[in-house]
């Protein structure tokens, strides 16, 4: 045979096992994920990028190599801190494989950043690019109401920051105050604290809810760590775009946060925030009372400076008799020119009636009454032909609207009777209905009846009775314990069958019965 027609297949060299890619894959992802369950790694953000499913995909490198991770939508959310590129981050999860192109990567479950230095960089970093959009500016800044009718407060309700503000408030000037609680620490602190704010917001005015007047974020002193979920840049933005007033009143004096500079005013403590709140109500009636003075001595003061220039203007006034003797002289004189005044008058008016009543005569009169008769009875005899005409014309108007009204009549006579019957068919068919609604009703009723009887049998216990159970009673009341039992006089137990009273019990009443009481001569 030559060595072309030699179709066996070459021997393998030793003994090593084949293995397919699948299997390959798989130990090797087995030995990455059992040698690197849970690590943390440290190093820069690079190349950062989130599609439409929400996971988050990002590298991790050094100076010499590359690590590419991924964390997944559900633990992007509960995340404290983004990764953004450029950063320096201490990422903790776990190694695991990607078969589908034969590389390795980590599975993120937390980032945290690497030192307070990295923090402050980045806070710096978030800072100015807050202020460039121009959330910090005072002109966006609304002034704080002199006294809140309602107060929202947006902070943990177990710690002692809530019941310093109250107290304060309460010591100052009683307000309605509304608590929002929150978390004030961790990676579910700018979510809630950002949603109060904007729920408060939201609040219709004149609602059930009382709309606040003003709102206090506050929280007690701690580490950058601790407070770094109030420079979170949605807390910050919910700050700035309240419509409701609001004071910042994160950690102690020496603390500062992203929130502050949003806020319209920003307190040092949060007792201090309540402090700024509301007014001493005790300084007001104190101030209150000394201006009701001033205005009473003010009012004394006027009314006795006016009295004074009236005394001082009457003395110079001269008295009543001089004032009064031109008067009373000129009435005097016109009075005694009264009387020759109306007798001349008198005459006057007399001469000029006779002057006008002379051209007057019996005759003239007749003419007049005469030319009057004869007007009024032109006037009736033209009256009384256009009423003539005015009658016909009534009469040929009735005479026509009469022989319209007899068919108009008979159709709505017709029109009735049609809705008449109708209405009868209807209501015989409405009948029908209650009758058979009103069996079915009672129908429902049975059965409704019937299943709730059944339910009751079941739930019974002497349903219990019939699984094997049984009711032990003593002295008449249901016995539950050991020391009952011992207690009472008599035992009795129900089965399913019947009840049954033990004999130890039978004869334990019957010597409680013969026993004779303490104190008796027997």
């Not at 002193?221 to 409701?244: K, Q, T, Y």
């Not at 319209?404 to 209807?426: M, N």
């Not at 058979?436 to 009751?456: P, Q």
């Amino acid at each position: 045979m030559s060595l072309f027609e030699d179709d066996d297949p070459p021997a393998r060299p030793g003994n090593a096992p084949d293995y397919t890619v699948s299997e390959l894959s798989g130990a090797v992802k087995r030995v990455i994920e059992g040698e690197f369950g849970l690590i943390r790694v440290r190093g820069e953000v690079g190349r950062v990028s989130r599609p439409a499913s929400g996971h988050l995909y990002f590298a991790l490198k050094d100076d010499r190599a590359t690590l590419d991770a991924v964390a997944w939508k559900g633990q992007v959310a509960r995340m404290q801190l983004r990764p953004e590129e450029g950063m320096e981050v201490v990422a903790t999860g776990r190694m695991t494989t990607f078969p589908g192109q034969s590389k390795y990567q980590m599975i993120v479950e937390d980032v945290a950043l690497a030192g307070a230095g990295a923090l402050m960089a980045l806070l710096e970093k978030r800072k100015a690019a807050l202020q460039a959009e121009g959330l910090f500016d005072a002109a966006r800044k609304k002034p704080i109401p002199y006294l809140p009718r309602v107060i929202g407060v947006v902070t943990s309700p177990s710690g002692a920051v809530i019941r310093d503000i109250l107290h304060r408030l309460r010591d100052r000037f009683p307000r309605h105050v509304l608590i929002w609680p929150v978390a004030v620490q961790g990676q579910a602190c700018a979510s809630e604290v950002a949603a109060a704010i904007r729920g408060f917001n939201a609040i219709a005015p004149g609602g059930p809810v009382p709309r606040p007047d003003l709102i206090i974020v506050a929280r007690g002193g701690g580490s950058l760590e601790d407070l770094w979920g109030f420079n979170e840049e949605a807390v910050v933005r919910a700050a700035a775009a309240s419509v409701i007033p609001l004071i910042s009143a994160v950690g102690h004096e020496t603390d500062t946060t992203l929130i502050d500079y949003a806020a319209d005013l920003r307190a040092p403590t949060p007792t201090a925030a309540a402090e700024m709140a509301v007014p001493v109500r005790a300084d007001l009636l104190a101030t209150l009372a000394d201006l009701d003075a001033r205005k009473a001595r003010a009012a004394r003061n006027g009314l006795d400076r006016r009295l004074q220039r009236l005394r001082d203007l009457a003395r110079a006034l001269p008295r009543l008799d001089a004032l009064l003797a031109a008067p009373r002289q000129r009435h005097d004189t016109a009075a005694q020119r009264l009387g020759g005044a109306l007798q001349l008058a008198t005459a006057r008016k007399r001469s000029r009636f006779e002057a006008l009543a002379a051209p007057l005569r019996p005759a003239l009169l007749a003419g007049l009454i005469q030319r009057g008769q004869e007007r009024i009875a032109r006037q009736a005899v033209a009256l009384d032909t256009r009423a003539e005409r005015t009658l016909d014309r009534a009469r040929a108007l009735a005479d026509k609207w009469a022989s319209r009204l007899a068919p108009a009549l008979a159709r709505l006579i017709a029109s009735g009777a049609r809705d008449i019957a109708q209405g009868e068919d209807r209501l015989a068919r409405l009948a029908l209905r209650l009758d058979a609604a009103s069996a079915k009703r009672l129908t429902d009723l049975s059965n409704r009846l019937d299943a709730l009887d059944r339910t009751r049998l079941t739930l019974g216990y002497t349903e219990t009775l019939r699984r094997g159970y049984a009711v032990i009673r003593g002295d008449g009341a249901v016995v539950t314990t050991r020391a009952q039992a011992e207690k009472a006089t008599t035992i009795e137990i129900e089965f399913q069958d019947g009840r049954l009273t033990p004999r130890a019990s039978a004869k334990k009443a019957a010597s409680a019965q013969t026993k004779p009481s303490q104190g008796s001569l027997f």
